[in-house]
């Protein structure tokens, strides 16, 4: 536990950036001035370069230079966002922390409101997505999608969920300290935490300048690690199929029988290609499932470190 100490910042902002060069500075400027306004100076902001190939960690040494409250840590390679989240956590040292993206795609000017709903009581501020008015179609769907999936079969409500969130200093404790899995879901695991959670409503701004830093596998790789993180239940799908498979072999078999009893010539060529493409696709999709839990799980027990980092500016490691 971070012992409450004056010296403390009260508000921490976790930033990842993976190649944000082009907007950085003015995403950590304008957090800044807004953090000022709500705490005077007792704030700290932690970038957390997340391997990026252009001058994002140069420019956040700068930064640093200038105001040594605005601290930095890259990572020797890209890990994630979900990690590069995790090491902001575990270095930030405010009494709450909020986590909010490098493009200002999260309006940092909802951040007076979610601290005011922290001093109010809430232990979790989530801010959610009104409108993504900016997002194309299929990633509007897709993320339609994989929330309904997550939260109706997991249990937890990530629908329109994002990674803007403010975390008091208990909650920030229970997610470094005690869920010890590799592969997380940060929005689903905050959501699983429980606690006294708030809302704000916010819409998604147009990502100045560049494009999104996901790629469509990174995404597909998160939609799987939050499926298989929240729900058992793509494995009971196997044992639906399997029962379904029964039922046809029964009705096609019935059928076989009693042609052959009728001394009928057993016909239906079309039936058997119909059946083994049923029967071979229900197998595949179930191996594939089931490859999907045995990789996350053999993800979990090599159990490697979530990142690691190549240098930092202004983090102590006490
Ligand atoms: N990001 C990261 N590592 C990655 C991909 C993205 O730290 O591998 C950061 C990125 O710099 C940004 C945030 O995660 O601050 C959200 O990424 P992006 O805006 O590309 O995602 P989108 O808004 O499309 O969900
Ligand atoms: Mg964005």
Redesign the pocket.
């Known amino acids: 536990m971070n012992p409450v100490n004056k010296s403390n910042p009260v508000i921490s902002a976790v ?6 060069s082009q907007g950085i500075e003015v995403a950590v400027k304008k957090i800044a001035e807004i953090l000022t306004h709500c705490v005077n100076s007792a704030w700290e902001i932690i970038v ?1 370069d ?1 391997g990026s190939s252009d001058q994002t960690y140069a420019k956040i040494l700068a930064l640093s230079q200038n105001d040594a409250r605005i601290k930095g840590i890259a990572f020797s390679r ?1 890990f ?2 979900e990690n ?1 989240l995790l090491a902001g956590l575990d270095y930030a040292t405010g009494q709450a922390i909020i986590t909010i ?3 200002l ?1 999260h309006p940092p000017s909802f951040i007076p409101e979610m601290i005011a709903k922290w001093r109010a009581g809430a232990k979790i501020v989530h801010a959610v997505k009104r409108s993504r008015k900016h997002d194309s179609i299929a990633k509007k769907s897709a993320a339609y999608l994989i929330n309904q999936l997550i939260s109706g079969l997991g249990g937890i409500n990530v629908k329109n969920s994002s ?1 803007f969130k403010l975390l008091d200093r208990e909650i920030v404790d229970i997610i470094t300290h005690q869920l010890s899995e590799k592969q997380r879901f940060f929005r689903g695991l905050t959501s699983w935490i429980g606690f006294d959670e708030d809302y704000v409503y916010f819409d998604v701004a147009n ?1 100045e300048g560049d494009e ?3 790629s469509f596998w ?1 995404l597909l790789e998160l939609s799987i690690t939050a499926l298989t993180s929240f729900t058992g239940f793509p494995l009971h799908i196997i044992t639906f199929l399997g029962f379904l498979t029964l039922i046809l072999g029964f009705s096609v078999a019935s059928e076989a029988i009693w042609s052959l009893i009728n001394h009928q010539t057993v016909s239906g060529y079309t039936t058997i290609i119909i059946c083994l493409l049923l029967i071979g696709s229900f197998v595949m999709i179930s191996l594939g499932i089931i490859g999907e839990y045995i990789a996350k799980i053999y993800d979990e027990v090599k159990g490697r470190p979530h990142y690691l980092i190549k240098s930092s500016v202004g983090i102590h490691d006490d």
């Open positions: 930033i990842p950036a993976h190649n944000e957390v997340d890209n994630g966002k590069a993206d490098a493009d795609q990674d990502r999104s830093k996901w990174s």
